[in-house]
T-cell receptor, first 113, second 109 residues
Framework: GAVVSQHPSWVICKSGTSVKIECRSL??????MFWYRQFPKQSLMLMAT?????????EQGVEKDKFLINHASLTLSTLTVTSAHPEDSSFYIC?????????FGPGTRLLVL | RKEVEQDPGPFNVPEGATVAFNCTYS??????FFWYRQDCRKEPKLLMS???SGNEDGRFTAQLNRASQYISLLIRDSKLSDSATYLC??????????FGKGTMLLVSP
C-alpha cells in the first residue's frame, strides 16, 4: 500500500518552455501532497505544500508564479515549472501524506537546455 | 541550531558490522519522527517510524531520546545492500516534515 506515482520520470526541454509534472496517490487519498527539489549531492528541499481544494503553501524563497501547483483531487497534484531555465534543472520529487506519514513518488529529472 | 542535523558521513563499514547514526532536532514540540533511506538518484523510501518506546524491524532499531532531542538508527549485521543515504525526518506540523541532509553509509565486502 501507499504507492505514489509521478510522471514523467524525466524531461529534457529547451529554455523558456513550461513543464508539467503529475503526482498521483494510487491506493489512498491524500489531502496533502508535497513538492520537493533536490540538487546533486544536496538535501531534499521542500518547495511547497499542496492542499486539495485550496491554494498551495510555498516555502520561503520559492516563487509561486514560477512553480504553479494544482491539487484538483484527492489523488492528483501537479507542478508546472513555467518558463524553465537551466538553473531549474533538478530532481523534483513529490510525496503524499496519509496518517501523518509521507510516501514519495519516484521523482522527475528535469534538464533544461 | 539547524532544525534537523545529521553527520553526513560517509560511514565506511565492513559487511557484518553494526553501525549507528544519530540525528538531532531543534523543535522540542515535534511529535513524529522517521528514518528514510535514499539510494543514489532515487526517491526516499520510508524505512521506519520512530516511536517513543523505540522500535525494531529485523536488523534495524530506531530510538527516540526526547530529553536530548535526538533520534538514532542502529543497523546490525550490515549488508552490502544497506549502502545508501539515510535521512531522518521530523514533523513541523501534522504531516509536514523537515529532513536532515542525510548520512551516507558504505558497506564494503
Amino acid at each position: 500500500g501507499a504507492v505514489v506515482s509521478q510522471h514523467p520520470s524525466w524531461v529534457i526541454c529547451k529554455s523558456g518552455t513550461s513543464v508539467k509534472i503529475e503526482c498521483r496517490s494510487l491506493d489512498f487519498q491524500a489531502t496533502t501532497m508535497f513538492w520537493y527539489r533536490q540538487f546533486p549531492k544536496q538535501s531534499l528541499m521542500l518547495m511547497a505544500t499542496s492542499n486539495e481544494g485550496s491554494k498551495a503553501t510555498y516555502e520561503q524563497g520559492v516563487e509561486k508564479d514560477k512553480f504553479l501547483i494544482n491539487h484538483a483531487s484527492l489523488t492528483l497534484s501537479t507542478l508546472t515549472v513555467t518558463s524553465a531555465h537551466p538553473e531549474d534543472s533538478s530532481f523534483y520529487i513529490c510525496s503524499a501524506a496519509t496518517m501523518g506519514t509521507q510516501y514519495f513518488g519516484p521523482g522527475t529529472r528535469l534538464l533544461v537546455l | 541550531r539547524k532544525e534537523v542535523e545529521q553527520d553526513p558521513g560517509p560511514f565506511n563499514v565492513p559487511e557484518g558490522a553494526t553501525v549507528a547514526f544519530n540525528c538531532t532536532y531543534s523543535n522540542s514540540a515535534s511529535q513524529s519522527f522517521f528514518w528514510y533511506r535514499q539510494d543514489c538518484r532515487k526517491e526516499p523510501k520510508l524505512l521506519m517510524s520512530v516511536y517513543s518506546s523505540g522500535n525494531e524491524d529485523g536488523r534495524f532499531t530506531a530510538q527516540l531520546n526526547r530529553a536530548s532531542q535526538y533520534i538514532s538508527l542502529l543497523i546490525r549485521d550490515s549488508k552490502l545492500s544497506d549502502s545508501a543515504t539515510y535521512l531522518c525526518a521530523v514533523n513541523r506540523g501534522y504531516s509536514t516534515l523537515t529532513f536532515g541532509k542525510g548520512t551516507m553509509l558504505l558497506v564494503s565486502p
